[in-house]
């Protein structure tokens, strides 16, 4: 890499100033080179136009400075490979004195101060009083894959770093270091990770999935009009309603497979917020980063306050192609690198069968069938800690319920350990119950404004963690518990949002950093446990999917997407889930019917859905019929076949769940090998055959053979063409409702 640094002079490594003599060379050295295909260094700085080119898979994004000294987005979209097209950022001309150039100027970090209308990416009250940020170019850096620009407010109050990094993977990340560079406190009113722009046209159309408790991630695509659409969180955590992802396509629509679509989403699991604004002009900014409601965030001078990665991405290649990018890069960058080489093992989970009656023998019980049908991870759920018989006590005194476990926890681990899984424990570590042990003994650790009302959901309160001895008792607790007991899992719950957030102990100040500051320590706190213990895995869940982004999967390995477990729901939920995140990180649990919306799908049709992320098992197994167990080892043992496929392959969404009678999903191994046909029928009308289905992502002169792992198909059973099954496609036999069916297609080695 450096010897290629040194090659290619106008790219620049290490400190650049804004010095005209730098320009004039850069403009010879320019004229000297031809730079032919594409350069493999991925961020390429143009001195003579002061333009900085990053590339990454597809796509190109290109930034620059313009003649009055303001960083302007100059690209974003399928690669260029020619460095020397790039001429230097120019401001956009006035229109009227009512929009003048700065505002109608793409910015690509635009402080609200000057003559700016549009949603700024930072706001602040510098000394003195001043509410006025103006950023101009300062100098930048290159280091291999990651860009600084230092960007300086006119009067030297701030300095903003934009830190921009480059993935191989065909992603780019962007975030803010926002420094106090003036002798008084400065107080950051909305501090965004940057926005991502595109350039004027009509018939842009936007992606996003929101939903709520127990439908979670539902995938909604409507039309851009002028004017802003907020996606947003204001409670605390990443939030069941809305998850902070997009995808914008157009002015030609994109579908699954082709047109173009940009994408991206925040690593942050606290409020967020991604504001899609259609200019007056008819550009479009996606700016996205902390939610400033109710945000202040004093720095004293030299102190810093750092924003979260919002990543994004491009493809010509449709909605699909955006979704295995962003698999591809998780897999290979998001997820925990210790657990990440590993395929995910087949979980029970005690939650929907046994709720808060959770004892030794109970558990014991569970777990003993629950190994005889092959699963490697036996989990407790809620219920075995303090005074829990049910939501109302116990939350926050983490020592098991002497009642239930009057030897510990130790005899049910060993029995677990015995039968040959691991052991799993559910924890809420940020809530407590008003009665309990520790909110006796610590009313001052929840969030409160003194002589308010302390408002209850779910009979919990919110732990303040902001406060360095309530993050200190949660690690102890946390700590004390992996450390005596022979725990390889935590599922850690968050089960409300925050409410009257107030911090009576701190300075007024800084009472609404809790914002950032729990969210840091409970970052924190998982980085400790885990650097102490580093065998623990942990799943994110948070009364459903209320945590899921890519903040949290740097530290946990898996999410819980909602807690709604009827297989036909989670055909939507799972679909949606899928745009912006890898089935590997997608528990997905088998639960007894008739389910919670009261339908009775057959046990086949509940385990391939399930089938389709991280398996799991949620059923009341003391209940199950001989039948029952005879499916689900078969199941299991069929899932263990394909899961390396499923959780690290390619996804293919062939038919979308509400489009027609039937939804299918493919997958398809790294190495092409070996690919898993998933095919589901809601409801069939009498004499319409349901159709066949396309497969995609196969070599198409390759031979495959076509196994069922449940089910029929009308094809006669051999040796088939990859061409015949990506364009005559695959016709399962399905009838009725709530039909299902899966195939295995393995490469014939020829
Ligand atoms: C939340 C979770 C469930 C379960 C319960 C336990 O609702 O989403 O899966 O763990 O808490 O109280």
Redesign the pocket.
């Known amino acids: 890499m450096l010897s290629h640094l040194r090659a290619m002079p106008f790219m620049r490594s290490g400190r650049v100033s804004a010095s005209p003599s730098h320009t004039a060379i850069g403009l010879v050295m320019l004229a000297a080179l031809a730079v032919p295909a594409r350069s493999e260094t991925p961020i390429r700085y143009v001195g003579s136009a002061r333009v900085w080119i990053l590339s990454s898979g597809e796509f190109s994004y290109v930034l620059g400075v313009n003649e009055r000294g303001e960083l302007q987005s100059i690209y974003w979209g399928q690669h260029i490979w020619r460095d020397q097209d790039w001429t230097a950022a120019k401001s956009h001309p006035q229109w009227d004195g009512v929009d003048p150039s700065t505002n109608t100027t793409p910015e690509e970090y635009p402080g609200w101060g000057g003559l700016r209308f549009f949603e700024p990416c930072l706001k602040a009250t510098l000394g003195g009083g001043v509410r006025d940020v103006v950023l101009k170019y300062a100098s930048h850096e290159i280091h291999g894959d990651e860009l600084v620009v230092t960007m300086k407010d006119i009067g030297g109050g701030l300095t903003v770093d934009l830190r921009y990094r480059v993935y191989p993977e065909g992603i780019i990340s962007k975030h803010s270091v926002i420094r106090n560079s003036s002798s008084a406190v400065a107080t950051i009113e909305s501090a965004q990770s940057g926005a991502w722009l595109l350039p004027a046209a009509d018939g842009y159309h936007l992606s996003y999935l929101s939903g709520r408790w127990g439908e979670e991630t539902l995938y909604t695509r409507e039309e851009i009009h002028r004017g802003s659409k907020v996606i947003e969180s204001r409670r605390g955590s990443t939030s069941n309603q809305f998850n902070p992802w997009f995808a914008i396509d157009g002015p030609e629509p994109a579908s699954e497979e082709n047109g173009a679509v940009w994408f991206g989403a925040l690593g942050w699991s606290g409020s967020w917020k991604i504001v899609v604004e259609q200019t007056p002009h008819r550009d479009l900014r996606i700016t996205g980063g902390y939610n400033d409601f109710d945000f202040y965030y004093p720095l004293r001078p030299g102190e810093s306050l750092t924003t979260p990665p919002f990543y994004a991405g491009f493809t010509s290649h449709g909605f699909g192609e955006a979704s295995r990018l962003l698999h591809r890069f998780e897999l290979a960058r998001i997820l925990p690198r210790s657990s990440a080489a590993h395929p995910r093992p087949v979980l029970y989970?005690s939650?929907e069968a046994t709720g808060?009656a959770v004892d030794e023998p109970g558990q014991s019980a569970l777990a003993e069938k629950a190994a005889q049908i092959g699963v490697e991870r036996f989990v407790m759920?809620?219920g075995w800690f303090g005074a829990r018989d049910s939501?109302r006590a116990g939350l926050g005194d983490w020592t098991p319920n002497p009642k239930k476990f009057p030897n510990g926890l130790k005899p049910l681990i060993d029995n677990v350990k015995r039968l040959g899984m691991d052991f799993g424990l559910?924890v809420?570590p940020e809530m407590v119950n008003p009665d309990s042990a520790l909110y006796r003994a610590h009313p001052d650790w929840v969030l409160n404004f003194p002589g308010r009302p302390r408002s209850e959901a779910r009979n919990q309160l919110v732990l303040n963690l902001s406060r360095d001895d309530v993050k200190e008792y949660v690690f102890a607790a946390l700590d004390r518990l992996v450390s005596e007991n022979a725990i390889a899992f935590l599922?850690w719950?968050l089960?409300r949002n925050f409410s009257e957030p107030g911090w009576p102990e701190a300075p007024t100040a800084e009472q609404r950093t809790i914002w950032v500051r729990h969210v840091n320590n409970y970052y924190e706190v998982i980085d400790r446990l885990r650097a102490k213990h580093p065998k623990l895995e942990i799943e994110s869940?948070?009364?459903?999917g209320g945590r899921v982004d890519l903040g949290v999967l740097t530290r946990t390995e898996e999410v819980?997407p909602s807690?709604n477990t009827d297989a036909f729901d989670r055909l939507s939920i799972q679909y949606g889930y899928s745009h912006a995140y890898t089935p590997k990180t997608m528990m997905a649990w088998v639960t007894d019917v008739p389910s919670m919306d009261g339908r009775s799908e057959s046990l086949q049709y509940r385990f391939l859905v399930a089938m389709m992320g991280s398996l799991g098992i949620g059923s009341n197994l003391t209940k199950w019929s001989p039948d029952e167990f005879r499916i689900a080892s078969k199941m299991i043992a069929a899932y263990k076949n394909i899961r390396s496929t499923v959780q690290e392959g390619a996804l293919y969404r062939l038919l979308a769940p509400g489009k027609g009678p039937l939804t299918a999903s493919q997958y398809v191994a790294p190495d092409g090998n070996q690919a898993v046909l998933f095919a589901f029928l809601h409801a069939q009308q009498y004499g319409r055959l349901a159709p066949a289905i396309r497969l995609r992502g196969l070599d198409e002169h390759a031979l495959y053979r076509v196994q069922a792992i449940e089910g029929r198909l009308r094809e006669e059973s051999g040796a088939i063409s990859g061409a015949y099954l990506m364009n005559r496609g695959l016709t399962p036999m399905l009838r009725g409702e709530f039909d299902a069916a899966a195939f295995l297609i393995e490469r014939v080695n020829q």
């Open positions: 989970n939650w808060f759920d809620d939501s559910w809420e599922k719950d089960n869940c948070a009364s459903g819980w807690d």
